[in-house]
């Protein structure tokens, strides 16, 4: 059974940071890609960055120079580093595990 299990969420004040975290189990994962999405109240799930299993990135325009991915495929752990943040980064983060498998997500509210 694949699980995918999120940390790192939580409150922080517009220009904080915060490190997200997300680790699966039960499935290989140096072979796939991973990313991360989010989504706000009444909007869609958008994605946010990703990274191929060839360390391709690609992110959001809203988010470039500001959020970082990576991953660790010995934890089969990947990592979103939040920087600079804003209000309108608030939000449900989900990780994505070949774009098949879903984490359960983590709330990240951004406000003074």
């Known amino acids: 059974q694949v699980q995918l299990v999120e940390s790192g969420g939580g409150l922080v004040q517009p220009g904080g940071s915060l490190r997200l975290s997300c680790t699966a189990s039960?499935?290989?994962?140096?072979?796939?890609?991973v990313g991360w999405y989010r989504q706000a109240p009444g909007k869609q799930r958008e994605l946010v960055a990703r990274m191929s299993n060839g360390g391709i990135t690609n992110y959001a325009d809203s988010v470039k120079g500001r959020f970082t991915i990576s991953r660790d495929n010995a934890k089969k752990t990947t990592y979103l580093q939040m920087n600079s943040l804003k209000p309108e980064d608030t939000a449900v983060y989900y990780c994505?595990?070949?774009?098949?498998?879903w984490g359960q997500g983590t709330q990240v509210t951004v406000s003074s």
């Open positions: 994505n595990l070949s774009g098949n498998y």
């Open positions: 039960g499935t290989m994962f140096s072979i796939y890609s």
